[in-house]
């Protein structure tokens, strides 16, 4: 990291005043004073000593700021100083605002602009007298003093002066012009956090002095994207970071991050975050040997207690704390890795194979019953109660981190690459989203649950993408941005009743490691040796399950135990006020939803009644696919395929129009969720409670064994239990879908009537396709 970092410190300031101005840099924002040219030029005053025991001291002149940013609070504050500085009736000035926000550097300012800067000014701390023995008046009374007449007394934190000193400032308050003549006496700044509930009763001043209200960062959000800005450089040339001036923010992602919280500790809260994840970004640039990104990601970034995961702490319950031994297991050697080698690589291989070589006859053929009837519908089991647990055991990218380790042993001199996170967070989820698209209708035209070779391409072709994706870039690119089971995976585990994060408070006070995040070697007291989180995200930074894979590598690499796998209700990540609901992901949740309705084209053209030319065409183009450009009935069946992938996404969008609805569409879609997932597990009973229960006699009939498959047992439910469970998910579907839209949208029934008989209709189609056609 030598290239990223040389020793040279500055000073940086943002609207200082300035001879500070010929020793810093500006931040260069729009709006920022710093840019501007009126801007007096201050004389370098000979360097006082502090006095009367620290509670007088000079001005310091350095690092100062105002506020960053155009917005009209920012501009008022900079008018209102101006103003104050320059009044010819050198009114005492009272700079207001709550802890965190730049008061003091405003008052600063104002005494620094004022034309007696060449005189006596200097800083008496009023927090500082009520711990001394001295009576507090005394002390207060000495400390202006000191200051010579004509000078500029700023007197910080007044809020804090003890009641006894109060009638000595009061006194001073009512000595100002015209007691005495302007440029005479001691003029007095003051800065408060409580203008209100003082003794002093500073607020009812307002005839006696001029007020300046500092306003708090939440009203100010416009001005976020340039006090982000300004701080990061700032804290980038502390840290003596050669490239600081490259640094040209957070992503938008990260700004929408930093915009939805509610700064309780204001710019000084701003300041913390944005150096903490410049402290992460080094140490992962210093162990990477690279240089520091331009733009720092949400992943980096916490916003604190009242950040993204600001949820009622109530409601979770931690099974780490209350099971000691699952957390001891997901810190072994078996969570995932020993998993991954000694069973999943193993039996990947041999169903990758047995799919092309067994008989092709889904009857006959084992690999093709534990694909279709046990895996799919195991995956959508686990989602409500694990999450995107399946990720961490995935074959596909057991394959892919092999296929990673290799080339890093191979190619040690060429180091994998970074992400390109800016083009990923754009296009990855919609890539997704198309390959999904493909991939089903592939499934549905070629009729790939009866062809175990074409089954085995689509595992190929999964595990294709995860290999090089990850022969190419750093960790799990293909997890984290383009699998499209990824994808689906993330979307159903929104629904878990379960989530990992980590405790930011024990994170910020505690760790200096993150390994975590970056990895590293093992920590005291009980941080293990770890590569980091595989999808490059932070535990205390996680906002839904979208991300996390439950891999456990942060539970391992935590020296202080700050992971926690959370037991919680069920779509709680979709309540959420910043539950960040994206376009692509809402695509996804209807193609999927269309999955179900494309699954059944011949039972819907029956039930609408199409010709029979279209009904028939429909089951015979699985055949005419090696002519797939000339062959109508290919054409009529890829035509329906399509309409029914587009229609639960189609009727929901003109639902939400017809209502004229006030809401956002893309938010509210996800209560559709539940429906989707239980119309997809509906689909897959058929198969799970029925094929499935036949794996037996399917294995003696591939290798041969034809005699003894029909003596094998068979476990198979009833026609009428099967149809009753897919009653069960529709109608249990439908009505959880109905409460989270009322629940997301907080508007009556009444109002959302339209969207809630889009889902009944949806609900009702699929209880005739499911069960009655
Ligand atoms: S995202 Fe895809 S490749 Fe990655 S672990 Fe999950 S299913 Fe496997
Ligand atoms: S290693 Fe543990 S304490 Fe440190 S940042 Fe990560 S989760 Fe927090
Ligand atoms: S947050 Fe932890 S459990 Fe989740 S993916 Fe990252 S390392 Fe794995």
Redesign the pocket.
């Known amino acids: 990291m030598a290239g990223a970092r040389a020793v040279h410190r500055r000073r940086v300031c943002c609207c200082a005043p300035s001879s500070a101005s010929k020793r810093t840099t500006s931040s260069g924002e729009s709006g920022d004073e710093s840019s501007s040219t009126d801007a007096p030029a201050f004389p370098r005053l000979p360097p006082q000593k502090k006095t009367r025991g620290g509670i007088v001291s000079a001005v310091n002149r350095e690092n100062i700021r105002g506020l960053c940013g155009s917005s009209r609070f920012a501009q008022r504050v900079r008018s209102d100083r101006r103003r104050a500085a320059a009044d010819p009736q050198e009114k005492h000035v009272l700079v207001i605002g709550e802890p965190g926000t730049p008061k003091l550097d405003v008052a600063k300012m104002v005494c620094l602009e004022s034309p007696r800067r060449k005189g006596d000014v200097r800083i008496v701390r009023c927090g500082k007298m009520k711990s001394r023995r001295r009576d507090a008046a005394t002390q207060l009374a000495d400390a202006l003093d000191v200051i010579c007449p004509g000078g500029i007394a700023l007197l910080s934190d007044v809020h804090e002066l003890p009641d006894s000193a109060l009638h000595v400032l009061r006194d001073r308050l009512d000595d100002s012009p015209p007691r005495h003549p302007p440029g005479e006496g001691v003029r007095l700044v003051l800065t408060t956090s409580r203008a209100m509930d003082t003794n002093l009763n500073l607020s009812s001043l307002s005839t006696a002095v001029t007020t300046i209200k500092v306003p708090p960062l939440r009203v100010r959000a416009k001005d976020l994207a340039a006090e982000t800005r300004f701080f990061l450089r700032q804290a980038a040339v502390a840290s003596d970071v050669s490239n600081a001036q490259t640094l040209k923010g957070v992503t938008p992602a990260a700004l929408r991050l930093l915009e939805a919280y509610t700064w309780p500790g204001s710019d000084a809260e701003l300041q913390n975050v944005l150096q903490r994840a410049l402290v992460h970004e080094i140490g992962i640039a210093e162990r990477d040997g690279v240089s520091l990104p331009t733009m720092l990601s949400e992943d980096v970034l916490w916003p604190g207690s009242e950040g993204p995961q600001s949820r009622d702490k109530r409601l979770r319950t931690d099974l780490l704390r209350l099971w000691p031994l699952l957390r001891q297991a997901m810190r072994s050697e078996l969570w995932m890795d020993g998993f991954m080698q000694y069973v999943v690589r193993p039996a990947f291989a041999v169903v990758v194979i047995g799919l092309f070589v067994a008989p092709q006859a889904r009857a006959d053929n084992a690999f093709l019953n534990v694909f279709w009837a046990w895996w799919w519908p195991g995956i959508l089991l686990l989602y409500p109660f694990v999450g995107r647990l399946w990720c961490s055991f995935c074959p596909f990218m057991a394959y892919g981190e092999l296929a990673q380790r290799f080339r890093l042993k191979m190619l040690p001199q060429v180091p994998l690459m970074n992400w390109p996170r800016d083009a990923l967070d754009k296009g990855g989820g919609w890539f997704l989203f198309a390959l999904f698209a493909v991939i089903l209708e592939w499934e549905e035209l070629w009729a790939l649950e009866d062809h175990a070779a074409l089954s085995s391409w689509l595992l190929l072709l999964i595990t294709a993408g995860a290999v090089i994706g990850s022969l190419l870039y750093k960790k799990r690119v293909w997890c984290r941005y383009l699998c499209p089971i990824g994808g689906m995976n993330g979307l159903y585990a929104k629904l878990a009743l379960t989530e990992?994060r980590a405790e930011q408070g024990v994170c910020s006070a505690e760790c200096s490691t993150y390994g975590?995040y970056k990895g590293g070697p093992a920590v005291e007291p009980e941080g293990m040796e770890s590569e980091g989180?595989?999808?490059g995200?932070h535990?205390a930074q996680?906002q839904d399950n979208r991300?996390?894979?439950?891999?456990?590598?942060?539970?391992k690499a935590c020296p202080h135990k700050s992971?926690k796998v959370n037991f919680r209700f069920t779509a709680d990540d979709i309540l959420q006020p910043m539950h960040n609901a994206t376009a692509y992901e809402v695509s996804l949740l209807f193609l999927l939803f269309g999955a179900v309705f494309c699954h059944h084209i011949p039972e819907a053209s029956t039930l609408l009644q199409m010709p029979e030319a279209i009904t028939t065409a429909v089951t015979k183009s699985a055949q005419s696919v090696g002519n797939i450009f000339t062959s109508r009935p290919f054409a009529w069946h890829t035509g329906l395929a399509t309409a029914s992938l587009a229609y639960p996404g189609v009727l929901a969008l003109a639902a939400h129009r017809a209502a004229g609805s006030r809401g956002n569409f893309v938010r509210e879609a996800y209560s559709y969720l539940p429906l989707c997932w239980l119309a997809s597990i509906a689909h897959y009973l058929d198969l799970g409670m029925g094929e499935a229960g036949s794996i037996l006699p399917a294995a003696a009939r591939m290798v041969g064994l034809v005699d003894l498959a029909p003596r094998l047992p068979v476990l198979v439910a009833s026609p009428e239990v099967i149809d009753f469970s897919q009653g069960l998910c529709v109608v249990v579907g439908c009505l959880s879908s109905l409460v989270l839209l009322r629940v997301l949208a907080r508007r009556p029934w009444l109002e959302i009537g339209w969207q809630c008989g889009g889902m009944i209709v949806l609900s009702a189609q699929l209880w005739w396709l499911l069960l009655v056609a």
Do not use: D, G, R
Request: charged share 5%; aromatic share 0%; hydrophobic share 50%.
């Open positions: 990992l975590c989180c595989p999808l995200v535990p996680l991300n996390c894979v439950l891999c456990a590598e942060c539970v992971v």
